[in-house]
């Protein structure tokens, strides 16, 4: 009889066994150091570039093409972007692909050349009004045409394809304008206009601050 109210004294459903404590302590353990290694080591998002831009203008022509092509970017308040003034207003060209020129470097004695021809200006904020983007033959190197492509695109707050459109080039000196596209005061594109021409290459040989050959 007493083992019987032992059991009975024991078994009120408030003994918890030693091994469910130790279980539960190695979990919350496990739960900590999950934590801890999470923090340490975020998890990448894939795909995800964070330009810091809310444009992002981009000229490209056939891989491997020796001709030097160049773009031009005017903004509203007049300042242009080009080979000689990669920084003007809020806008900067990524690079001046000249072609073939000084296009290859040199390791371990092998030649590489780059074959990407490209030139990309980024829009880092926004001013309101009409911006004129150009393409510009600087260097032919055939009479041969030369189909060189245009694309705005709207970063914020998704990317989106402003313009897309593709001309040919067959001479030194030759400019064409691509667009026209005017933005409001929260960058929300208006209007995308194809005309009329408008040189850029003759504005940045006007005496203007930041505009002229360095």
């Known amino acids: 009889m007493y083992d019987d109210d032992l059991s009975a004294s ?11 404590i130790l279980f539960n302590v190695l979990l919350g353990f496990a739960v900590m150091v999950f934590i801890s290694f999470s923090l340490i080591h975020p998890t990448a998002k894939t795909g995800a570039v964070d330009l810091k831009a809310e444009f992002l203008i981009t000229m490209t022509w056939p891989d491997n093409d020796p001709d030097d092509m160049d773009l031009y970017v005017q903004d509203p308040a007049g300042n242009i972007v080009w080979y000689h003034s990669k920084e003007a207003g809020l806008m900067t060209l990524d690079r001046d692909d000249r072609g073939d020129y000084r296009n290859t470097i040199t390791v371990n004695g092998q030649t590489i050349r780059n074959p990407l021809r490209q030139e990309i200006v980024m829009l880092r904020g926004i001013i309101p009004g009409e911006y004129v983007v150009n393409g510009n033959e600087f260097l032919a190197t055939s ?3 030369i189909p060189v492509s245009v694309k705005v695109e709207k970063l914020n707050p998704t990317a989106s394809v402003v313009y897309y459109g593709t001309q040919e080039f067959d001479h030194k000196g030759q400019e064409e304008t691509y667009v ?3 933005l409001d005061s929260q960058g929300k594109v208006t209007d995308v206009a194809t005309q009329p021409f408008k040189s850029l290459t003759r504005a940045v040989r006007t005496p203007k601050a930041g505009n002229g050959p360095k």
């Open 10 to 20: 024991s078994d009120d459903g408030t003994f918890v066994p030693f091994t469910d």
């Open 143 to 145: 009479a041969k045409k």
């Open 180 to 182: 026209r596209f005017t």
